[in-house]
């Protein structure tokens, strides 16, 4: 596999929609339903969101050490579906594991339809 130019930026989308691609590869269609769902649940109570609030949820279930990296992919999945859209704003993630990294801020296109 060859690494992505770092200013050839087509290059380094299509490498990063690879990555993503792989990731939700690893996980079955049920999970990935029931965490499309939990993302639903949280954009229905808060009208900004992000990838943190959706793993409080997860770890509440016991669900969270599986989706370290399927988070990203799969928020994009529930924006495709009409719950959320991107605010083209970030934050440092509240997750120690995540060591203050940016996460995408997220705005309910559902909040109060519970």
Known sequence: ?????????PAAK?????GMDRS?????DEWKDE???IIRQVATRQELLTSDDVY???EDRHM??????????LMLRAAKAGYIESTH????SERVSMHAAWVTVW?????GMA
């Open 1 to 9: 596999m060859q690494q992505a130019n770092l200013f050839d930026a």
């Open 14 to 18: 299509q490498a990063a929609t690879r």
């Open 24 to 28: 939700l590869l690893r996980r079955g």
């Open 35 to 37: 965490v499309i769902d």
């Open 56 to 58: 409080r949820v997860l």
């Open 64 to 73: 969270g050490a599986y989706c370290l990296r399927i988070i990203g992919p």
């Open 89 to 92: 704003t970030v934050r440092h």
């Open 107 to 111: 705005r309910s296109k559902i909040a």
